[in-house]
Nanobody
Framework: QVQLIESGGGLVQTGGSLRLSCAAT????????MGWFRQAPGKEREFVAA????????RYADSVKGRFTISRDNAKNTVYLQMNSLKPEDTAVYYC???????????????????WGQGTQVTVSS
C-alpha cells in the first residue's frame, strides 16, 4: 500500500522559512518523479515544484522560483521542500505527490501523478 505522509507545515511570519517533508512508502522510490502542489481556499490546486527520478532535475512554478527548493533523499524515501522568504500568498495546504514517470524533465501536471498525500497546512501571517 502506497502512502505519502507530509509533515513540517505550520504558522510562520512573512519572510520566514519552513521545510516540508514527505515520507513515502513506495517500492522503487528512486524511480518516481516527486512533486509538491498546493491549494489555497477557494482556488484550484496548483503546481509548486517537482524533482525527477534521476538525476534529480528540478522544476518550479514561477511564483516560487528563487525562494523554494525541492530535494530528495532516495535512501530515506523522502522528498523535501525548503521554503524561504515566505509570503502571505503562499498560504495553502501543501500536497506531496508521486508519479511513476521516468522522464528527465519532471512533470508539472497534476493528473499525471499516481499517488497523493493528505496535505499539510502552511499559513504565512502578514
Amino acid at each position: 500500500q502506497v502512502q505519502l505522509i507530509e509533515s513540517g507545515g505550520g504558522l510562520v511570519q512573512t519572510g520566514g522559512s519552513l521545510r516540508l517533508s514527505c515520507a513515502a512508502t513506495i517500492r522503487a522510490f528512486s524511480s518516481y518523479t516527486m512533486g509538491w502542489f498546493r491549494q489555497a481556499p477557494g482556488k484550484e490546486r496548483e503546481f509548486v515544484a517537482a524533482i525527477s527520478w534521476s538525476p534529480g532535475n528540478t522544476r518550479y512554478a514561477d511564483s516560487v522560483k528563487g525562494r523554494f527548493t525541492i530535494s530528495r533523499d532516495n535512501a530515506k524515501n523522502t522528498v523535501y521542500l525548503q521554503m524561504n522568504s515566505l509570503k502571505p500568498e503562499d498560504t495553502a495546504v501543501y500536497y506531496c505527490a508521486a508519479a511513476f514517470i521516468m522522464d528527465l524533465i519532471p512533470t508539472m501536471t497534476a493528473p499525471t501523478y499516481n499517488y497523493w498525500g493528505q496535505g499539510t497546512q502552511v499559513t504565512v501571517s502578514s
